[in-house]
């Protein structure tokens, strides 16, 4: 579009085009991939257990659909709070997150299934507190990181005091118990930390510290225990604890390059428990076969480079809260991701997590597309203090 002159007597009126502040498209193009990919994988994957146990071959897959809207609604919602409110937020959902994690395991408050307490039942809905608690204490330790910089980067206590925290919440998520929602968020609170500025050395040091420590808890307890061994050699006995992920890399290895094609997995018919939920990139690779699985891979891999992309935006535009924000949610997904394709793939032990975007869950999708939305969001006040600095400019030409 261009201006043309108009005149008006002695003077030429010369229309100008504000610049209008934009979400950020490649952010916005991933997702709609991402989710719209684990629409139609969730109707492949459980159309069997959904006819068997509701009549309905794509009960699930309705069920995702309607998810998905109020995903949208909500990724909406978090695209319109200025980051501000957040900033200043995140403290109260902080001790809101740790106030939820301990009233879960309350007797007779968290509901239980398979083994694990992890959810608040509400009657129409279950509510899985891991899910907004990792997202709400990566905002808060975003905003400790531009309160405490100077803190962090020079003194031990201003790295430690908010690793106490992540602690405290890991370990009630491993009373749940929910190892795999407490790696997620001890690893993206490093990363955070590490971003941040904190010195190596100290870094190296609780890296190690951890490490020990949930090596500890994972053989202090039988059930966590019989995970790991039946990760070092799930055929050692494919017919009881080695089951899941012996049927997981069939599933993986009978796709080859291609796949069997989509709706075309023999895995899902009932040889493979939690296809639609936990295992979904088992059930992905046997019907896309090793390229599809390239390329899946290769979204996420965006989708990070994309996000640290707009966090190192944020950074040039001196907005270091939105930059921490967005190497978080870039972190907590990405980790994610990569720890749901280890486990399909028996390079990690079997852990309860969801491919974010893609598997079954109506907790995981809502969490995660809110996350998408304020990405978006520090995407859109980079792009708004650029739109105000060029209106100050033309101002202060035409006067």
């Given at each position: 579009?261009?201006?043309?002159?108009?005149?008006?007597?002695?003077?030429i009126?010369r229309p100008t085009l504000e610049?209008?502040?934009?979400?950020?498209?490649?952010?916005?193009l991933?997702?709609?991939?991402l989710?719209?990919?684990?629409?139609?994988?969730?109707?492949s994957?459980?159309?069997?257990?959904?006819?068997?146990q509701?009549?309905?071959?794509f009960?699930?897959?309705k069920?995702?659909?309607?998810?998905?809207?109020?995903?949208?609604?909500?990724?909406?919602?978090?695209c319109?709070?200025?980051l501000?409110?957040w900033?200043?937020?995140?403290?109260?959902?902080?001790?809101?997150?740790?106030l939820?994690l301990?009233l879960?395991?309350l007797?007779?408050?968290?509901?239980?299934v398979?083994?694990s307490?992890?959810w608040?039942n509400?009657?129409?809905?279950?509510?899985q507190?891991?899910?907004?608690a990792?997202?709400?204490l990566?905002?808060?330790?975003?905003?400790?990181?531009i309160?405490r910089?100077?803190?962090?980067?020079t003194n031990?206590?201003?790295?430690?005091?908010?690793?106490?925290i992540?602690?405290m919440a890991?370990?009630?998520?491993?009373?749940?118990?929910?190892?795999g929602?407490?790696?997620?968020?001890l690893?993206?609170?490093?990363?955070?930390?590490f971003?941040?500025?904190v010195?190596?050395?100290?870094f190296?040091?609780f890296?190690?510290?951890?490490l020990?420590i949930?090596g500890l808890?994972?053989?202090?307890?039988?059930?966590?225990?019989?995970r790991?061994t039946?990760f070092?050699?799930?055929?050692a006995?494919p017919?009881?604890?080695?089951?899941q992920?012996?049927?997981?890399?069939?599933?993986i290895?009978?796709g080859?390059?291609?796949?069997?094609?989509?709706?075309?997995?023999?895995q899902?018919?009932f040889y493979?428990?939690?296809?639609?939920?936990?295992?979904?990139?088992?059930?992905?690779?046997?019907e896309?076969?090793f390229v599809?699985?390239?390329g899946?891979?290769?979204?996420f891999?965006?989708f990070a480079?994309?996000?640290?992309?707009i966090?190192k935006l944020?950074?040039?535009?001196?907005?270091?809260?939105?930059?921490?924000l967005?190497?978080?949610?870039g972190?907590?997904?990405?980790l994610?991701?990569?720890?749901?394709?280890?486990?399909?793939?028996?390079?990690?032990?079997?852990?309860?997590l969801?491919l974010?975007?893609?598997?079954?869950?109506?907790n995981s999708?809502?969490s995660m597309s809110?996350?998408?939305?304020?990405v978006?969001r520090?995407y859109?006040?980079?792009?708004?203090?650029?739109s105000?600095?060029?209106a100050?400019?033309?101002a202060?030409?035409?006067?």
């Amino acid at each position: 579009m261009t201006s043309q002159a108009i005149r008006t007597g002695n003077q030429i009126a010369r229309p100008t085009l504000e610049l209008a502040p934009e979400y950020d498209r490649v952010i916005v193009l991933l997702y709609l991939t991402l989710i719209c990919l684990g629409l139609v994988m969730v109707a492949s994957a459980s159309i069997g257990i959904a006819d068997q146990q509701n009549h309905d071959p794509f009960y699930y897959a309705k069920r995702q659909f309607l998810r998905i809207l109020l995903s949208f609604a909500l990724m909406w919602f978090a695209c319109k709070i200025p980051l501000e409110f957040w900033k200043k937020s995140g403290m109260l959902l902080m001790l809101g997150s740790i106030l939820l994690l301990a009233l879960v395991l309350l007797p007779g408050v968290g509901h239980t299934v398979n083994g694990s307490t992890r959810w608040l039942n509400f009657g129409l809905f279950t509510f899985q507190v891991s899910e907004v608690a990792k997202l709400f204490l990566v905002i808060y330790l975003s905003g400790y990181l531009i309160r405490r910089s100077n803190e962090v980067q020079t003194n031990t206590m201003g790295f430690i005091k908010p690793m106490l925290i992540l602690a405290m919440a890991s370990g009630l998520l491993l009373m749940e118990p929910d190892f795999g929602a407490a790696a997620v968020l001890l690893m993206t609170g490093l990363g955070l930390m590490f971003l941040g500025g904190v010195r190596f050395g100290q870094f190296i040091l609780f890296v190690a510290g951890t490490l020990g420590i949930m090596g500890l808890l994972a053989v202090s307890s039988p059930y966590r225990l019989a995970r790991i061994t039946s990760f070092i050699d799930p055929w050692a006995d494919p017919f009881n604890s080695g089951f899941q992920l012996t049927q997981s890399l069939i599933a993986i290895g009978s796709g080859g390059w291609f796949g069997s094609g989509l709706g075309g997995s023999i895995q899902k018919l009932f040889y493979l428990p939690e296809a639609h939920t936990d295992f979904m990139f088992a059930i992905f690779a046997e019907e896309m076969g090793f390229v599809g699985q390239v390329g899946l891979i290769s979204l996420f891999a965006l989708f990070a480079w994309r996000c640290f992309g707009i966090a190192k935006l944020a950074l040039q535009k001196q907005q270091a809260f939105g930059a921490y924000l967005a190497y978080g949610v870039g972190l907590l997904i990405t980790l994610q991701a990569v720890i749901n394709i280890g486990v399909n793939m028996g390079a990690l032990p079997t852990k309860g997590l969801t491919l974010p975007f893609i598997s079954y869950g109506g907790n995981s999708i809502l969490s995660m597309s809110f996350a998408v939305g304020l990405v978006l969001r520090v995407y859109y006040e980079c792009q708004s203090g650029d739109s105000a600095r060029v209106a100050r400019k033309r101002a202060a030409v035409r006067a």
